[in-house]
């Protein structure tokens, strides 16, 4: 029989061949065989990623799009794999998702010839952002369900070493699909997760790790996100002393469905009780598949209804999570970059239950794996797949950071994008450096070659031969105007600063206050001149007197260090900036305009900055006060 390790030839990740291989061996010798197989490629990273390279290319070469640049004569079987590779990065293109749009498009309208894959594709996925206007369509294909499923289970080995759970036990799992929907050429189009969740490897992972999560399937895949939401709380309540973990994809979906339980305990133990499901679940077929699941339980309904009374009297519902979950033994969501503002709110939720930040990828590739699990979301870093794409990195430097910056810098071509680094030659995995940023590169099993994705990460070490990185931001710049230049982690870090004020509103600093930032977004205003930004905030709690507000206002302005915008501001060539409040359930309207035109909660990010017509509309309808910044005089 073939283990793990022999059927993880590189480049390929046949996991799903042996399901039932998965029951008779024990837990244990599956973590062992996957944690076997993992050091076995981080020890040879560089090697790995040569012949993951050419294997993508011995799949691959014959179709359009790489016969546009290695010919029609390419005998890649004849040649070496780093002469392959060392041809592949000079003669296929760096690329946007814009350049490879018409390729997918043709692909989307039912083009079956071999355009970017020799293999059909048969599914898109909906990546976040759009291309003009459009949603941005990747390719999706077994490889990529295999891949996810594979990302899983290495995380789970890494982490069962340290946080060890029982098996047969549930997993309280706020996961959903997105609406899906068939392009002309008849491609099934929807999230990456969503496909994921209807695929194969989901029912794989869920029984080769024992541990089924607590919604079936009907719940997941409901479509109505605030239906789903109540269904996969009330069977967490159902089966709460056998959660083991409680999980999302993103933290933002653990968020959202807390912030909704504070409400609607009632309502759930009700249920609970009798053994029912309220007329907020609409849909028969997740009715039927709900009210299978669970039995009335009065005791259980009384134990939790005066657990909850009290959490909501004395607490403020700090500790939800482990008091009503009393097995479970941390929490496993992704937490770091656009999810960093919502780690406080999930912190209060969790009390002393572990937080454990899930692993990096995209819809167009897995990348990294958490290997410590022990470390705390703003410690956390992904070590490279070496098997999952050939990556590459090229390295940004900071126009700031040059005059003091002494490392080298001769490659460097200083770049025609807008933003803030200059950018050198992109280099293999194998020659990254520790403490330098780069902007990520993919070439996918899936049809993408030399494609930019624009995060950018941190190379903080090595496991083994294998880069371990930390998320810096995406690099697409969010708010400018003119010289100034601020991602969204400086929009971030602005808004820490700002809100942090909520915190300690009363005069005398006495008396903490409860007030905290659910959500904001913003938006660079030029409609008058001189333009300046705009942040939306949306605050819940106790009020907040004017004066604070006032106050939270000027202190993003003067946290915003670029010096493009300390310049213009101190020139008055940016205007003050403005903080609007909204009313409370703004943000939520936003997520429903975006779940109505396709997103899935489970891979939500708000946007931190927008132009789209519809969202400014939402926004200023619901403002209910305006501040100006008075940190420039
Ligand atoms: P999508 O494929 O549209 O759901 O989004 C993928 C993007 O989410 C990535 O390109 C990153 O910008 C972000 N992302 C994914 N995983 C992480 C992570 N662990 N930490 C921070 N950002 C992440």
Not at 85 to 110: C, K, M, N
Not at 166 to 194: D, H
Not at 202 to 223: A, D, L, R
């Amino acid at each position: 029989m073939m283990t793990i390790l022999q059927e993880a030839a590189v480049g390929e990740i046949a996991v799903g061949r042996h399901l039932d291989m998965d029951y008779i061996i024990g837990d244990q010798q599956i973590h062992d065989e996957v944690v076997d197989w993992f050091e076995g490629i981080a020890e040879n990273a560089g090697q790995t990623q040569t012949h993951t390279l050419q294997r993508i290319i011995q799949l691959n070469h014959a179709t359009e799009y790489l016969r546009r640049y290695f010919g029609d004569d390419l005998r890649v079987r004849d040649m070496d794999p780093a002469e392959l590779e060392s041809l592949f990065t000079s003669v296929v293109p760096l690329v946007s998702h814009p350049d490879l749009d018409p390729y997918i498009q043709r692909i989307a309208d039912g083009d079956s010839s071999p355009i970017l894959t020799s293999e059909p594709i048969t599914m898109l996925s909906l990546s976040s952002g759009t291309t003009d206007g459009r949603p941005k369509y990747v390719p999706f294909t077994r490889f990529s369900a295999q891949s996810t499923l594979q990302t899983f289970r290495l995380a789970a080995a890494y982490r069962s070493r340290v946080f060890p759970i029982r098996p047969g036990g549930r997993i309280l799992e706020f996961i959903y699909s997105s609406k899906q929907f068939l392009t002309k050429g008849g491609l099934s189009v929807g999230t990456a997760t969503t496909h994921y969740f209807a695929s194969e490897e989901f029912k794989t992972k869920q029984k080769s790790s024992k541990s089924f999560t607590c919604s079936p399937y009907e719940v997941i895949s409901g479509g109505d996100y605030k239906a789903t939401t109540y269904c996969h709380l009330l069977l967490g309540l159902a089966l709460c002393d056998q959660v083991e973990f409680v999980t999302s994809t993103f933290a933002y979906s653990i968020v959202q469905a807390f912030a909704a339980f504070e409400e609607l305990w009632e309502e759930l133990c009700e249920d609970l009780r009798e053994g029912s499901l309220s007329s907020r679940v609409s849909s028969p077929e997740m009715r039927m598949a709900v009210l299978k699941s669970f039995s009335p339980n009065p005791g259980l309904a009384t134990r939790i209804g005066s657990k909850c009374r009290e959490l909501k009297m004395r607490w403020n519902w700090w500790r939800l999570i482990p008091t009503l979950w009393p097995n479970a033994k941390y929490i496993y969501s992704i937490m770091t970059g656009s999810m960093q503002p919502y780690l406080n709110k999930l912190r209060h939720y969790a009390g002393d239950l572990p937080l454990i930040s899930a692993d990096y990828g995209s819809t167009e590739s897995w990348i990294g794996v958490n290997l410590e699990p022990s470390n705390p979301p703003d410690k956390v870093s992904f070590t490279a797949i070496p098997t999952f794409s050939y990556f590459e990195f090229i390295p940004l430097y900071n126009y700031k950071q040059q005059g003091e910056d002494h490392r080298d810098i001769s490659n460097i071509t200083i770049s025609s994008t807008t933003d803030d680094f200059s950018e050198g030659q992109p280099l293999p995995l194998s020659r990254v450096k520790v403490g330098q940023h780069y902007e990520i590169v993919l070439t996918t099993f899936t049809g993408l070659y030399r494609y930019r994705l624009g995060d950018v990460v941190e190379v903080t070490g090595f496991y083994k031969g294998s880069p371990q990185l930390t998320f810096v931001c995406r690099r697409k710049l969010i708010l400018t105007i003119n010289i100034d230049k601020n991602t969204e982690k400086d929009l971030q870090m602005a808004v820490e600063k700002g809100s942090t004020l909520l915190a300690t509103q009363d005069k005398n600093m006495m008396m903490m206050s409860r007030a905290e930032l659910v959500d904001f977004t913003s938006h660079a205003d030029v409609t008058e001149q001189p333009g300046h930004y705009v942040i939306y905030w949306e605050v819940k709690g106790e009020a907040v007197e004017e004066a604070v507000l006032r106050e939270c206002c000027s202190a993003m302005d003067a946290a915003f260090v670029d010096h493009g915008y300390v310049v213009s501001r101190r020139t008055n060539s940016i205007g003050r900036l403005e903080l609007r409040v909204v009313e409370k359930g703004t943000f939520g309207k936003i997520l429903e305009h975006y779940i109505g035109n396709g997103a899935a909660v489970s891979q939500f990010k708000m946007p931190r900055c927008t132009n789209n017509q519809v969202l400014l509309t939402i926004l200023d309808r619901c403002t209910v006060k305006r501040f100006w910044s008075s940190a420039y005089g």
